[in-house]
């Protein structure tokens, strides 16, 4: 998949959306706010939103729930893309 603004934000939706479908909108926002945060400072690497955009969402979604703060949110997340 090309990496491309629109690609972005519609894994980001998708991962969204089966956190709301489990949790509700408002904590949803909460759980996917690290990555948001990742990826809309510049910190995401290509090979990070290439791992992003190929990755299973539920995996993604579930790696950000079970994070207790932004440093293991992202941790977890690069340890399932297999990146450092």
Known sequence: MAISR???DN???QVRKYLMERYGC???DVI???LVWY???GRASVAFLRAFLDSK???TARRLANARTYDMAIGSLKDYYGLE
Do not use: L
């Open 6 to 8: 629109t690609s972005i």
């Open 39 to 41: 990826v809309e400072t």
């Open 26 to 28: 408002d904590r949803a």
């Open 57 to 59: 969402t539920f995996m």
């Open 11 to 13: 894994k980001v939706w």
């Open 32 to 34: 996917v706010a690290p």
